[in-house]
């Protein structure tokens, strides 16, 4: 399944699918990026950065890619599990600001 | 052990109050952050200290004042309570600002959920 961020903000896919999120940014200067999950009741949680020099990096089960040119991020997640069910945001942070731009979030739902 | 904690969980009060929420983290880092999520979970930054110095100040208005008395805590003041600032807040801890590299990956609090009446 994927989502097209505001557009369809949830995502609902089978128990072992492959989920793919997307996160259109803002702003053209922004040179690292972070996903972050957010489960019912809780904050956010690290799940995997890339940096603008990158365009696609790999951690346990999930994937990010980049696309500077039209300014988009994707969470690639495989073999999708129940666990895997909570609200997903990229962030964006440019150089020399110290903080983080979040994005409106994509809800993931995952269907035993 | 929790790394960033925050009291209360919960918070019910009428308008015009004043309240205050607390932060507390014990990795050791350096800078906090407060957060805002609206209903709509979308999350902005309001605040950010480094060392008990502010060093980000979004457009937020002055009914709320952070104090971060060590670099260990920072804590959430709002005078005079608005419907408008029901909402989620999120304190949030990192070893250095944000700027780009792992070391400043940030780790958030479990959140207040704040309901004004």
């Known amino acids: 399944g994927e989502s097209v961020g505001l557009h369809l903000p949830t995502l609902s896919v089978q128990e072992g699918d492959n989920s793919i999120i997307n996160c259109a940014y803002s702003?053209?200067?922004?040179?690292?990026f972070i996903w972050y999950k957010q489960e019912s009741g809780k904050g956010p949680q690290f799940i995997i950065d890339?940096?603008?020099?990158?365009d696609k990096r790999q951690g346990q089960r999930v994937t990010v890619l980049l696309n500077k040119t039209v300014k988009h991020l994707s969470l690639q997640i495989a073999a999708t599990q129940p666990g895997d069910s909570a609200v997903y945001f990229c962030?964006?942070?440019?150089?020399?600001?110290?903080?983080?731009?979040f994005g409106s979030g994509t809800k993931l739902n995952v269907k035993p | 052990d929790t790394a960033v904690s925050q009291t209360p969980k919960y918070l019910v009060t009428q308008m015009g109050n004043d309240k205050s929420i607390k932060c507390e983290q014990n990795l050791g880092h350096d800078t906090m952050y407060w957060y805002k999520q609206d209903s709509k979970k979308f999350l902005k930054i309001m605040f950010s200290y480094n060392n008990k110095e502010l060093i980000i100040n979004e457009t937020v208005p002055n009914r709320f004042s952070p104090k971060s008395p060590d670099k260990a805590h920072l804590n959430l003041h709002i005078n005079s309570l608005e419907l408008g600032d029901s909402a989620v807040y999120f304190c949030?801890?990192?070893?250095?600002?944000?700027?780009?590299?792992?070391?400043?990956?940030?780790?958030f609090g479990p959140g207040t959920r704040l309901t004004v009446l």
């Open positions: 890339i940096r603008s020099n990158m």
């Open positions: 962030a964006e942070n440019m150089d020399n600001f110290n903080k983080f731009y």
């Open positions: 702003n053209s200067a922004s040179d690292y």
């Open positions: 949030a801890s990192s070893r250095i600002p944000a700027s780009g590299g792992a070391e400043d990956t940030q780790y």
